[in-house]
């Protein structure tokens, strides 16, 4: 099977998962959210608002563009760390089915 066809498959599910947990938006965050210099733009954007309209976004957008995608990724822990108390833990474990 085609890997690009494995990895959509996966994005999928974890936006199902989001919205399972009700993370989802279908609202994006204000424009100057998008601007933020810090990683995971930790002080513009919830954790699942970044894995959402920036990750999940620049994923699907290398797939429809036929560019390669990263071959490894560090992002689970870096991830998990910048996810607040009140957010949903699971998400970040979501991202693990990608990584595999």
């Known amino acids: 099977m085609n890997i690009n066809l494995i990895v959509v498959e996966k994005l999928r599910i974890i936006g199902v998962e989001m919205k399972n947990l009700n993370l989802w938006s279908n609202t994006p965050p204000p424009e100057e959210a998008f601007a933020s210099d810090l990683p ?3 002080d513009t ?5 970044w894995l959402q ?3 999940l976004s620049k994923l699907y957008k290398f797939i ?6 990263p071959k490894a990724s560090v ?3 870096l991830l998990k760390k910048s996810i607040k108390k009140n957010e949903k833990v699971a ?10």
């Open 53 to 55: 309209w920036v990750l």
């Open 40 to 42: 995971f733009a930790v």
């Open 64 to 69: 429809e563009q036929h560019i390669d995608l």
């Open 75 to 77: 992002l689970l822990p």
């Open 91 to 100: 998400i970040a474990n979501y991202w693990n089915i990608y990584v595999r």
């Open 45 to 49: 954007m919830a954790a699942h608002e």
